[in-house]
């Protein structure tokens, strides 16, 4: 079992920077693909970056690249998310989430954590 717990949300004026983190529990994290995902109320939730075991492999939403860096630091057993030039529509809850293949598609993942919000103010 892999146990994933957010922090570093909170409230962040348009064009500021927060990083987000996922501190992971359990014997494999190296093991796993790790992705960032986001809900806002009354939407579905959606894929915003994800990274392969190693961390060499990254991939990006096209509404975050460029803004924001996945990353992940497999000593501390930590996944990262920086978030920069922040707009409005970033505002939401973010999910780490940890699985099997390198994909964004939330059904694959088999591990989440509870949610951190973000809010961006204009």
């Known amino acids: 079992q892999v146990q994933l717990v957010e922090s570093g949300g909170g409230l962040v004026q348009a064009g500021g920077s927060l990083r987000l983190s996922c501190a992971a529990s359990g014997r494999a994290f190296n093991n796993y693909f790790m992705s960032w995902f986001r809900q806002a109320p009354g939407q579905e939730r959606k894929f915003v970056a994800v990274?392969?075991?190693?961390?060499?492999?990254?991939r990006y939403a096209d509404s975050v690249k460029g803004r924001f860096t996945i990353s992940r630091d497999n000593a501390k057993n930590t996944l990262y998310l920086q978030m920069n030039s922040l707009k409005p529509d970033d505002t939401a809850v973010y999910y780490c989430a940890a699985g099997s293949r390198f994909t964004s598609t939330p059904s694959t993942y088999t591990y989440w954590g509870q949610g951190t919000q973000v809010t961006v103010s204009s």
């Open positions: 990274i392969s075991s190693t961390g060499v492999g990254t």
